[in-house]
């Protein structure tokens, strides 16, 4: 019997352990062995940590990455602002039928890939697009308005592609909210504002963290976006991984940016949960 | 005096639905009003219309003689204990019920102070540091009312805030409310459909059916003497028959059941006139059971027939009697002086109710 | 006894299958360019031999970059430009010997496929042999630029804001002749390449905030173009002639310091598997009429030799307009590119990238 249970035990998570071992363990070793070879001539590489020390003698690579950092944390920043209350709206107001048709809004951009999405902004941003021509149609701009190729079209980009991933923890946590806990901080004095900060935002809290920590990370891992949205001046952190793995030919700092962006995100996520002074156990339970 | 509470007129209407319907009360300081209904009769509704979550249609509230139509809930001095008491559970025991006091700007050492005190009154010294999820249900239930109380509300509204408990805790935390609003002198105003609840607790009641009052008064007045058929049905049971009045003589009725059974009855003053379909209704405790008919000799209805179930509930033991001509099964309480301890089943026995016991209405007034 | 009749089953079975993956069967990986596989070449080629043609477009970077992720495995076929051949072979070992004697020599232009053995040869060996050739220069809308004959020109206050380039090595290379310097004669030499590349830097630098955009794929450009939003920018030869069909301003034009010339080749992956598929996909599309067919999707010249014949008349006059004599011996072929030179050029493209 017991042995029964164990193999059963063992088959449910033969998919998981295999998935993880194939997919991300070894994967992840072959890219650290990789980082830690320098190239010393044709074919020829010997075990270093040179890579590693190029990024932080490299300003530019440092400063590309605290770029990508700083303003990946403001577009999870943003995130938030905007869809919490999209959140809370379709999780505590709408009922019914208008509640599923606005989640089903907030599922619509994902039913096109991320490259059609952000061509879709290109459409809308250029020179020669909607918004350029409709303002100057009402006689708001009097020439041309050139909105790509600048950090707040990376911006806007960012956060709409995220925003889905703020919304649906951040719904999820606040339909557990129950209407009476928020009428009960009403009943005994709390403001609309004392409630929100109090009563709602605590609640909302596992929700908010896990929203955050995917946002950040997917701006953080984003490629196309900020390429095609940002032109001449995107510089982001996973370009410069790109360019040294297919245009340099240099998979051994290519890898070694690889792992270093996944140690930096990892520290600035947790720096972030303690400074809110929130756990990831908390979040997950 | 002013009364603490005062409603006049009050109507809310959900587009073609009227949930309340015209109702106009008033409740006393100091006392413990229940509104009692089945569920979805609009008791609810007037509940968040007094603290302020819903706006009426028309009529006026008003709290120590001063409207607060117009008044958002957190500046009302009303408080509420919600039906499943909406704790903070982000909260400790001592933040939940210090909320109210710092949403009002008290200083945090009074708070420690006012909290204390209420944790003292409720017999939780204590526990102030302690999560919600450690407490026990009658516990919130005693936090849920300190949380308040402290704001010294001028009425507390209490939507079936025992309703999650299992029944020998409920029956407990009755007894316990009631002594909690005295010791803290304030109204209660208590919705629930929990008949037992109503009538143990409250100085008036008020019972709701369909968006209206059918009467309000105290717990004898609804149980011996009810206004109308509802109320007869739905407070305390009843054996009811349908049937027409065969004779009206002043406040007597002869009435003849939909399957035959002859019956005497009373209107207690209302107008029932020959001919009038009806429905009488005789409490099983009003009916007296005997062995033989010559103890039955002062009532004026009197019933021969056999035993056809018993439903032995302690105390509260009752017998179901169908009659020779085998018309009724008529429910009748058994006497606690244990003279009926071995009727069996088939056993054959005589049964009779004075007719002021029975109390007819005229049929389609509910 | 028993197992007689069942071993000489097995060897028959065995036989047959062999015979029959011999005969036909077999699918052709190639990896390639948007154009130099054009669905009707593919069928007409997948009718004459049996063969089945799976493609995949890509880039040189890109098909460098996947084979070298395999070890040269994955594909059949594939069709870098005739500079990047030598280098990463040396370096990654990612290609393996063409076997001259089952290449039809006659179907090429000579002098071409004589240049790219020698260009792609590394030890003793030839590693590929040429296909499609064309060269990049800039696209200019001469009605709103015609001051734009040179790829610095692309840095004059008249056009700023409206140009376009990619931040890529042929830039690089494209400005360094602009400016009067010669990286082909520094490939040997690291120091002077790396001399060359830091001037370019700070000539790209300087010219950043004129530039609308770096494109990056040939429909951005067409995009960026078609809607006037850049009016010159430096491109692909074919790019110009497509817009010049659609906006009789806008053309290829050759700049002063020479167009680029580039070959794009066929090489044997490492551990290709159906090199016969591959050799009969070479001889095949270097026929004339088939070479004629992949001009016209592409937009550019092959190596087989009288395709010019079926070429259209249109395409001939473009080319003829862009590149008088004197620009086609104008015209600087890459070289193999040194192993290692990359690494100079990428760290001058994210300077640049950064740059305010």
């Given at each position: 019997m017991h042995r029964e249970a164990k193999l059963g035990l063992i088959l449910l998570l033969t998919p998981f352990l295999l998935w993880l071992s194939l997919l991300i363990v070894i994967p992840h070793i072959d890219l650290l062995l990789v980082s830690l070879r320098e190239r010393v001539g044709v074919g020829q590489y010997e075990i270093s940590l040179g890579n590693y020390l190029t990024f932080f003698t490299e300003p530019l690579y440092i400063v590309t990455f605290l770029r990508t950092a700083v303003m990946s944390i403001f577009a999870t920043i943003l995130t938030l602002l905007i869809g919490f209350p999209v959140a809370y709206y379709i999780a505590k107001m709408a009922k019914g039928r208008t509640q599923s048709a606005l989640f089903l809004l907030c599922l619509v951009?994902?039913?096109?890939?991320e490259l059609v999405r952000t061509f879709g902004w290109m459409i809308l941003l250029r020179e020669t697009g909607i918004i350029s021509n409709l303002l100057q149609s009402v006689g708001l701009a009097s020439g041309p308005v050139e909105m790509l190729y600048n950090d707040a079209a990376i911006m806007v980009g960012l956060v709409y592609t995220s925003m889905l991933f703020m919304v649906v923890p951040l719904i999820t946590t606040l339909e557990s909210l129950s209407d009476e806990v928020v009428e009960a901080g009403y009943d005994l004095g709390g403001s609309g504002f004392s409630v929100l900060r109090e009563i709602i935002i605590p609640h909302a809290m596992p929700g908010i963290v896990s929203g955050s920590i995917v946002v950040f990370m997917l701006c953080l891992g984003n490629y196309l976006t900020p390429t095609m949205l940002g032109?001449?001046?995107?510089?982001?952190f996973t370009e410069l991984i790109y360019s040294q793995f297919i245009?340099?030919?240099n998979w051994e700092l290519g890898a070694a940016f690889g792992f270093l962006l996944l140690i930096l995100s990892s520290v600035i996520v947790w720096g972030m949960l303690r400074l809110t002074g929130q756990s990831l156990e908390k979040t997950m339970g | 005096m002013t009364p603490d509470l005062q409603c006049t007129n009050l109507t809310k209407k959900f587009g073609e639905t009227t949930?309340?319907?015209?109702v106009s009360f008033s409740v006393p300081a100091g006392s413990f009003f229940s509104i009692l209904g089945?569920?979805?009769?609009?008791k609810t509704t007037i509940m968040r219309m007094i603290a302020g979550f819903l706006e009426p249609s028309s009529g006026d509230i008003q709290i120590k003689g001063k409207?607060?139509?117009?008044?958002p809930p957190n500046k009302r001095h009303v408080n509420m204990v919600f039906?499943?008491?909406?704790?903070?559970?982000?909260?400790?025991i001592a933040d939940n019920i210090g909320y109210g006091l710092r949403r009002n700007g008290m200083h945090k050492k009074d708070i420690g102070f006012k909290v204390d005190e209420a944790l003292e009154r409720i017999g939780l010294?204590?526990?102030?540091?302690?999560?919600?999820?450690?407490?026990s249900g009658g516990q919130k239930q005693r936090i849920a009312i300190a949380r308040c109380m402290v704001l010294e509300p001028d009425v507390l509204l209490l939507d079936e805030?025992?309703?999650?408990?299992d029944l020998k805790l409920r029956e407990h935390m009755k007894v316990e409310l009631k002594t909690l609003q005295a010791a803290f002198d304030t109204t209660f105003v208590y919705i629930t459909h929990d008949q037992s609840e109503a009538l143990v607790m409250s100085d008036n009641i008020a019972v709701m059916n369909a968006g209206r009052f059918e009467q309000v008064g105290s717990a004898q007045d609804l149980y011996y003497?009810?206004?109308?058929a509802f109320v007869a049905g739905f407070v305390g049971d009843s054996n009811r028959w349908s049937g027409k009045v065969i004779k009206q003589d002043g406040d007597n009725t002869l009435v003849q059941t939909t399957s035959g059974l002859t019956l005497r009855g009373a209107t207690q003053g209302r107008s029932l006139s020959q001919g009038d379909t009806i429905d009488a209704f005789v409490r099983p405790e009003a009916i007296r059971i005997a062995?033989?008919?010559?103890?039955?000799?002062?009532?004026?209805n009197q019933i021969s027939g056999t035993v056809t179930s018993i439903l032995f509930n302690g105390a509260a033991s009752r017998v179901m009697v169908r009659d020779t001509d085998g018309h009724e099964e008529v429910a009748v309480n058994l006497p606690?002086?244990?003279?009926?301890?071995n009727l069996t089943k088939g056993a054959p026995v005589h049964i009779g109710w004075a007719s002021d016991q029975a109390n007819c209405f005229s049929a389609g007034a509910s | 006894m028993k197992n007689q009749p069942f071993k000489l089953s097995m060897t028959v079975a065995v036989a047959a299958m062999l015979s029959a993956g011999a005969a036909s069967a077999d699918t052709l990986r190639l990896l390639t360019w948007g154009g130099y596989a054009p669905e009707d070449v593919v069928a007409k080629f997948e009718a004459e031999t049996g063969h089945t043609v799976e493609v995949t477009k890509s880039n040189n970077e890109e098909m460098i970059a996947k084979l070298r992720a395999t070890g040269g495995g994955g594909f059949d076929l594939a069709q870098p430009?005739?500079?990047?051949i030598a280098g990463p072979q040396a370096e990654f070992g990612i290609y393996k010997p063409i076997?001259?004697?089952?290449?039809?020599?006659?179907?090429?232009i000579p002098s071409m496929l004589e240049a790219t053995q020698g260009n792609t040869t590394v030890g003793s060996d030839v590693y590929g042999v040429p296909h499609v050739w064309g060269t990049s220069g800039l696209v200019v809308d001469t009605a709103k630029?015609?001051?734009?004959?040179?790829?610095?020109?692309?840095?004059?206050?008249?056009?700023a804001g409206k140009v376009s380039y990619r931040l890529k090595r042929p830039t690089l290379i494209g400005f360094a002749f602009s400016m009067g310097l010669d990286p082909f004669a520094a490939y040997g030499d690291e120091a002077a390449y790396a001399d060359i590349m830091s001037q370019v830097e700070a000539k790209l630098i300087e010219c950043k905030a004129g530039v609308k955009t770096y494109w990056g794929g040939g429909d951005e450009l067409m995009g960026l173009m078609r809607s006037g939003e850049v009016v010159a920018s430096m491109a692909w030869d074919t790019g110009g002639w497509k817009l010049n069909s659609d906006n009789a301003d806008i053309t290829f034009v050759a700049p002063a310091a020479g167009a680029l010339g580039w070959v794009d080749t066929f090489v044997l992956p490492a551990?290709?598997?159906?090199d016969d598929a591959a050799y009969a996909w070479i001889n095949f599309v270097m026929q004339p009429e088939v070479a004629a067919m992949i001009t016209a999707a592409a937009g550019n010249f092959t190596a087989?030799?009288?395709a010019d014949e079926f070429a259209s008349a249109d395409l001939k006059a473009r080319y003829q307009g862009s590149f008088p004599a004197e620009a086609i011996d104008n015209i600087k072929w890459y070289p193999p590119v040194p192993a290692g030179l990359e690494a100079i050029e990428g760290g001058v493209l994210d300077r640049v990238k950064a740059a305010k």
């Open positions: 951009p994902f039913w096109v890939s032109g001449k001046e995107s510089l982001w245009v340099r030919f | 949930a309340v319907d015209n089945p569920s979805g009769c609009g409207s607060v139509l117009n008044v039906q499943h008491l909406a704790l903070f559970p982000m909260m400790n010294p204590g526990i102030g540091h302690r999560r919600v999820d450690e407490l805030p025992l309703g999650a408990l003497r009810p206004d109308t062995h033989k008919a010559e103890d039955l000799a002062s009532f004026d606690q002086s244990g003279e009926f301890a | 430009s005739q500079d990047r076997d001259l004697s089952k290449i039809d020599a006659s179907l090429f630029a015609s001051m734009v004959q040179d790829y610095t020109d692309l840095c004059a206050s008249d056009v551990k290709g598997k159906a087989s030799k009288g």
